[in-house]
Nanobody, 125 residues
Framework: QVRFVESGGGLVQPGGSLRLSCAAS????????IGWFRQAPGKEREEVST????????SYARSVEGRFTISRDNAENTMYLQMNSLKPEDTGVYYC??????????????????WGQGTQVTVSS
């Protein structure tokens, strides 16, 4: 069974930083496509960043490019999302996810195979 333990969310002031973690079991992250998504209240879940297992390509949503960094620690089997220069519009529940194939950027979120439980990120002064 695939399971994730997400951590690192919280309340931060605009301009601040947070690092989200997603520790996986039951799957080897090195061998799958990994991704981070977020969902703001009343909005659709959106793709934030992914690393493809097909070619190692890293993708970011335009709204976070240059501020967020996705990474993976193969030894710890954990994925991360470093978030810098946070803005109020970054507020939402952040989810880690994996897929055994390699969904194209922009694919519907429901095609992904497994999801973390989500962690709340609130950017507010």
């Amino acid at each position: 069974q695939v399971r994730f333990v997400e951590s690192g969310g919280g309340l931060v002031q605009p301009g601040g930083s947070l690092r989200l973690s997603c520790a996986a079991s039951g799957v080897t992250l090195e061998h799958v496509t990994i991704g981070w998504f977020r969902q703001a209240p009343g909005k659709e879940r959106e793709e934030v960043s992914t690393i493809s297992n097909r070619d190692g390509k890293i993708s970011y949503a335009r709204s976070v490019e240059g501020r967020f960094t996705i990474s993976r620690d193969n030894a710890e089997n954990t994925m991360y999302l470093q978030m810098n220069s946070l803005k109020p519009e970054d507020t939402g529940v952040y989810y880690c996810a994996i897929d055994y194939d390699s969904p194209a950027w922009g694919s519907s979120w429901w095609v992904w195979d497994w999801w973390g439980q989500g962690t709340q990120v609130t950017v507010s002064s």
